[in-house]
Every structure is written in structure tokens, then in C-alpha cells.
């Protein structure tokens, strides 16, 4: 009888919920480290290469700074190139480095090995500028058939030239120059990067037909909401059929319904939750930070943080999440790049783009510092709900309905600036299981609508192992379609 009691006794501490465990801050495991940079070199950063232990840093002031011992607490700085206009990327490719002006494409190289570049060439100049001060042109980017695929800012305010082609456009340019327009409708294309699998992605600001800031893939023939410049679909370079009229005011599943080329985005980012105004980004494709491998991390120009991304396709178009990552940076983040030690090198400027942070520009490394906090890694769409998979085992006791909090909404396509969340709408977790594997979390919910941004706050969530809440424990998951059994 004793015997007894003591194992009820022992089963029903084990299975008790335990007290939470406060999470650690983000520096705790991801460290920032600032790079020193001298008095008289302004690092207002548009293009990020790391080359071994070197770095080149394009500017918006026309330059490409070399660093040699980028690495270390005292890179030596050398001016590499001079006279560019705006230059807002750079691409290593066949002896060249590439690189996006204002007015063209261009490619350079240091051909006699002095540590100056000394030959620049024209790739492709096809499309004209209207004076416009915010007529960026982002990339490029090498896409597998060897072409070259930049993005083009529309014009806010006066165009004292006239107004000219091909803004708010997506281009490809063959190794020959040529050039054809091939994505139509977008506005502030800030970031555009090549997947693991060869697919061309990009990131938009929030602002007038953009209704929040998004991550969406850029396929031939897309449109992407902004009418701005979808007279160029009727020029012989063009791949997009025209859109028609644009409906104004209706919501984004409307849109969707009546545009038949409308792309809905792989994920909206919502605004303040998560960033303001998205720049560039990459793939984790080594595994540099940790439980987090094969995730997208996103610069934000305003917020100065990176934040991550995963993404799945369902019924044949991807969506996905976006979820913290690390705050606090010195400046808005315009480019991110890995460096050859695993950290990833954050490009900032906040020259016309306020930021958080007391710098005005410069650079600055997140370092994974090798401990994995316990925390929401991904969530999936299923049948019946969200999938929620940990970083670590999960304390079966917390696993219940309660622990998490669900709401969803969309957003109005229309032509005024950004939208705000409509038709907000709680969710109702109905079910909450924990799957064989110790960390994946299986919840259904009542009330999930496609097309529509669902918030799933997994706080109720704590670690088997010392009872830890999740270091941030929130996901934004768009569910463009719902997964059929």
C-alpha cells in the first residue's frame, strides 16, 4: 500500500504543469558585433560581398570600400571603387563583379590586381530615369539559366524628366543585355534574393496598393497589386498581361478573385509586430544559426532588426510565417550577408529612411553564440490547424488549449497608404496534442479563413527541461490555402 502511494504520488509530480521559466533575452544567444570603421569613410551601405577574410561595401555615395581582415577588431579599409551611382548591390560572377546603379546594370573588375577596380562596363541601361529621387534599382540576382533578374522602385512624388517605363517592375537581363519586364505591380522592392532551389524571391514596403510589407516569389507573368507602371505591359518587352482595371477598396482575397494574375505573397509581414519596412535577405543554408537551417533572415530598414521566415507549398503556392529573431541593432538594416565564419554581416544606412538606433549608418555582425534557446522554430498548416514544431522537447503538462492564443485578419488592396488589420477575428484552439517526437505541438482551430494572416501565440507552451516559456513563442502564418486531408 505504501509502495503504492509513493508511485501515485511520483506520476502525479511528473505530470504536474511546472512553474515557467522566464525566457532569456535575444543577446544571450545571438551577439552583436560592431565593426569599427575610421573617421572619414561613410558606410551608407546599398551591396554586401564577403570574399574570404575581405569584404566590399557599395555605398549610396557611389563608392565600394574593401575591407581586408573584415573579420578582425581592426579591418583595414581601402577605397576600391569610386563614381557609381547609388549602387544598391553586388553579385560575384565569372571574374566580374556585378553590380546595380541607378540608370544600368553594370559589371566591374580590378584587372592588374592594385586593389582598385579599373575596368566598368555597361550589361544593360534599357530602361530611362525620371528624375525621381527614389527610382532604386535592387539586385542582381544570377538566377540558374545564367540571367540576371534586378528590381525597380516606382517613383514617390514628382518625375521632373517625364514619366518614364518599367517602374515598379521585376526585370530579367541575359548575359548579352538584353531585356524583358518580367513581374509588374511592384512598389518598394528593397531586397530580392535567389532560393536553395533556384526560385527568385523579394520583399515590398508597406505604402499606397501595398497593404502591409510582404515576402513574395517573383515568377514570369506575376502581378503584384501596384498600378503604377502596368502601361509597360503593352510594350514589346513586357511578359505580363495586363491586369485591367485594379479594383480600389476590396479586400485582398477579392483582389485575388478578380485580377487573374494578382500574386498573393508568400507572407505578409506585419507592421510593427515584426519589422516596418523590409530590405535584404538570405537562406540559412548552412545552418549558421542553429535549430533555424533552411529559414529566410530579413533585415529591416526601420526596426533595425533581422527577423526569419519559413515558408511550405500548399495546393501549389507557397506561404509561410514570420517570427523574431534579434533586435537592437545600431541602424535600419538595408543588406544582410553570410560571412565565411557563419555570421551574417548587416549592412545600414537610414540616410531619407528613419530608423531605430543612434547610428546613421555602418555595419555591424550577428554571431550565433552556440546555445539554442527553447523556442517556436516553425509552424505548418494541416487540416484541422497549425503544426508547431520546438527547438526543443516540450513539457507534455503545458501541452493544452489554453497555452495558446490565436486571432487572424486581412488587409484592404486599395490605394490609400498601407491598411490596417480588417475584420479582426479570434480563433478558437480546440484540440492541443503533442506529436511522438517530444517537439511538435498539433493544434486544431475553429474559425481559420485562406488568404487571411493568422497569429498563433504559443506563451501557455513551456520546455520539458527547466520549464522555459519559448524565447519569443509567436508566429505570423499566412495561409494562402488550407491543406486538404
Not at 570574399?51 to 579591418?75: I, K
Not at 503544426?387 to 486571432?407: G, H, I, M, Q, Y
Not at 479563413?449 to 520546455?463: E, L, Q
Amino acid at each position: 500500500m505504501v509502495m503504492h502511494a509513493v508511485l501515485l504520488s511520483t506520476l502525479l509530480v511528473a505530470s504536474a504543469p511546472q512553474e515557467p521559466v522566464e525566457p532569456r533575452s535575444e543577446a544571450d544567444f545571438v551577439a552583436i558585433v560592431d565593426v569599427p570603421q575610421p573617421d572619414d569613410v561613410v558606410l551608407e551601405v546599398g551591396g554586401l560581398l564577403a570574399r574570404g577574410d575581405e569584404l566590399l561595401v557599395a555605398t549610396r555615395r557611389g563608392e565600394v570600400w574593401r575591407l581586408e581582415d573584415a573579420y578582425s577588431a581592426n579591418p583595414r579599409y581601402s577605397l576600391w571603387a569610386e563614381g557609381l551611382q547609388e549602387p544598391l548591390g553586388l553579385l560575384e560572377h565569372d571574374g566580374w563583379i556585378y553590380v546595380t546603379q541607378r540608370g544600368e546594370l553594370s559589371r566591374m573588375r580590378d584587372a592588374d590586381g592594385d586593389g582598385r577596380m579599373d575596368e566598368l562596363e555597361t550589361v544593360c541601361a534599357h530602361w530611362e530615369l525620371s528624375g525621381n529621387y527614389h527610382e532604386y534599382c535592387f539586385g542582381p540576382v544570377l538566377a540558374p539559366d545564367g540571367s540576371f533578374w534586378i528590381t525597380l522602385n516606382k517613383p514617390f512624388g514628382g518625375e521632373p524628366f517625364g514619366k518614364v517605363d518599367w517602374r515598379g517592375w521585376a526585370a530579367r537581363i541575359q548575359p548579352d543585355g538584353t531585356f524583358e519586364g518580367v513581374c509588374a505591380g511592384l512598389r518598394s522592392p528593397a531586397g530580392v534574393g535567389l532560393s536553395p532551389g533556384g526560385e527568385v524571391f523579394y520583399s515590398d514596403n508597406q505604402g499606397e496598393w501595398c497593404a502591409n510589407s510582404k515576402f513574395a516569389l517573383l515568377e514570369v507573368g506575376d502581378f503584384h497589386g501596384h498600378p503604377h507602371g502596368i502601361a509597360s505591359c503593352n510594350l514589346p518587352e513586357s511578359r505580363v498581361e495586363h491586369p485591367g482595371d485594379v479594383p480600389d477598396g476590396v479586400t485582398i482575397d477579392v483582389a485575388a478573385e478578380q485580377v487573374p494574375n494578382y500574386r498573393l505573397p508568400v507572407c505578409w509581414i506585419p507592421y510593427d509586430k515584426v519589422g516596418r519596412s523590409p530590405s535584404g535577405f538570405v537562406w540559412d543554408t548552412a545552418g549558421n544559426f542553429g535549430p533555424f537551417a533552411g529559414q529566410v533572415f530579413m533585415g529591416d530598414q526601420y526596426s533595425s532588426e533581422v527577423f526569419r521566415i519559413s515558408y511550405e507549398k500548399v495546393a501549389g503556392r507557397y506561404q509561410g510565417a514570420c517570427y523574431p529573431f534579434r533586435k537592437g541593432l545600431k541602424c535600419g538594416i538595408t543588406r544582410v550577408a553570410w560571412g565565411t565564419d557563419g555570421s551574417l554581416w548587416c549592412g545600414m544606412t537610414n540616410r531619407g529612411w528613419p530608423s531605430l538606433g543612434g547610428a546613421s549608418n555602418g555595419l555591424q555582425r550577428l554571431v550565433w553564440k552556440g546555445e539554442t534557446p527553447f523556442e517556436l522554430v516553425e509552424a505548418t498548416a494541416t487540416p484541422e490547424g497549425f503544426a508547431l514544431r520546438f527547438s526543443a522537447p516540450v513539457d507534455p503538462a503545458s501541452v493544452e488549449p489554453a497555452a495558446f492564443t490565436t486571432r487572424n485578419w486581412t488587409y484592404l488592396h486599395h490605394s490609400r497608404y498601407g491598411s490596417p488589420e480588417t475584420d479582426p477575428r479570434d480563433m478558437e484552439v480546440t484540440a492541443a496534442e503533442l506529436d511522438a517526437d517530444g517537439r511538435t505541438v498539433r493544434i486544431s482551430v475553429a474559425g481559420r479563413v485562406a488568404t487571411r494572416v493568422h497569429a498563433i501565440d504559443a506563451a501557455g507552451i513551456r520546455s520539458a527541461e527547466g520549464g522555459a516559456r519559448p524565447w519569443h513563442g509567436i508566429a505570423w502564418y499566412t495561409l494562402n490555402a488550407i491543406p486538404e486531408e
